[in-house]
């Protein structure tokens, strides 16, 4: 598959693809990067909130230079480094650390963050509702196409429709926010299409 030239084409060993189906299930043990790729280096696509990277400073855009886990000896520049390799990488045990050397824009030497694992629970669907001068819009953000998307995005539609029926402020509308999401299961984005009158 490296033939293909495609940096989000990979061949998936059994660990990997377990790791794989942990992320789109939302539990995990890690930092709480969302990874991908900027001009061809590991980078972080999005810090999820409240989690150790973001915590720790850690930016969207954010080149991963390096990667450092003393307890399963790992000293590992990134270059040429496959995503499900370098999540294999910088997941762990909750408790555990891994250090990652990051290099930022405007920044102009590396820095090195020692990161301290923690589980990890994220979900697909986040709803919130932007009010002013007596107008609401929901804010729908999908961070994910993974297994508990068509049940969160319900759960976020009946609790819009109760506030549009309830509240006295006007309901605007709806902002479908997909930024930073790395995809997932192709059912579940055509199941948010269909929602949303596609076909």
């Not at 932007?130 to 994910?144: C, D, N, P």
Request: glycine share 10%.
């Amino acid at each position: 598959v490296n033939s293909l030239g495609d940096a989000y084409t990979v061949f998936l060993p059994p660990p990997e693809n377990k790791q794989t189906k942990e992320d789109l299930n939302g539990s995990f043990e890690g930092v709480g990067i969302q990874l991908g790729y900027k001009e061809e280096r590991l980078a972080v696509v999005a810090p999820l909130a409240g989690m150790p990277a973001e915590l720790a400073g850690i930016k969207a855009g954010d080149l991963i230079l390096r990667i450092i886990d003393e307890s399963k000896k790992v000293d590992k520049d990134t270059t040429g480094m496959s995503l499900p390799e370098a999540v294999s990488l910088i997941r762990g045990p909750r408790g555990s650390v891994v250090k990652l050397t990051f290099s930022r824009e405007g920044k102009e030497k590396p820095f090195e963050v020692p990161l301290k694992r923690e589980t990890i629970v994220v979900k697909s669907v986040e709803l919130a509702f932007l009010e002013k001068e007596g107008t609401t819009v929901a804010h729908l953000q999908l961070t994910r196409f993974g297994d508990r998307t068509e049940t969160e995005w319900q759960e976020a539609v009946t609790k819009i429709n109760e506030k549009c029926n309830t509240s006295k402020d006007k309901c605007a509308g709806v902002i479908l926010d997909l930024r930073n999401n790395p995809g997932g299961y192709l059912t579940g984005s055509v199941y948010i299409a269909s929602e949303l009158g596609f076909r």
